[in-house]
Nanobody, 122 residues
Framework: QAHLVESGGGSVQAGGSLRLSCAGF??????VAWFRQAPGKEREGVAC????????YYPDSVKGRFTISQDNGKNTVFLQMDSLKPEDTAMYYC?????????????????WGQGTQVTVSS
């Protein structure tokens, strides 16, 4: 059951940028993360933010290219994706929860969105 709403996906050429948005998680969550899944591949966490402190976390695969942030009201979380590569092509999902274990384990999150498609062409 999806509670979150993602937007901002689309098609870009390699080297381009996209900004994804995630809303609908309310004020009770502490962690908001972005995951992606490409056809035939496992789901991968690409960014996580600890909302109360604004701390952000990234795997090496996107570090330096992706930036997760939140608006001042902490009602919307963004994923700025720069220097996009064809291998970044995937469905991107927003996930949120109050308490989690491994921040990049999708099983740790109870709230999910429907996903938004990102396609990067070479």
């Amino acid at each position: 059951q999806a509670h979150l709403v993602e937007s901002g996906g689309g098609s870009v050429q390699a080297g381009g940028s996209l900004r994804l948005s995630c809303a609908g998680f309310g004020s009770t969550v502490n962690y908001v993360a972005w995951f992606r899944q490409a056809p035939g591949k496992e789901r991968e966490g690409v960014a996580c933010i600890y909302s109360p402190g604004g701390y952000s976390y990234y795997p090496d695969s996107v570090k330096g290219r992706f930036t997760i942030s939140q608006d001042n009201g902490k009602n919307t979380v963004f994923l700025q994706m720069d220097s996009l590569k064809p291998e970044d092509t995937a469905m991107y999902y927003c996930a949120a929860d109050k308490r989690i274990g491994d921040r990049f384990d999708g099983g740790a999150y109870k709230l999910w969105g429907q996903g938004t498609q990102v396609t990067v062409s070479s």
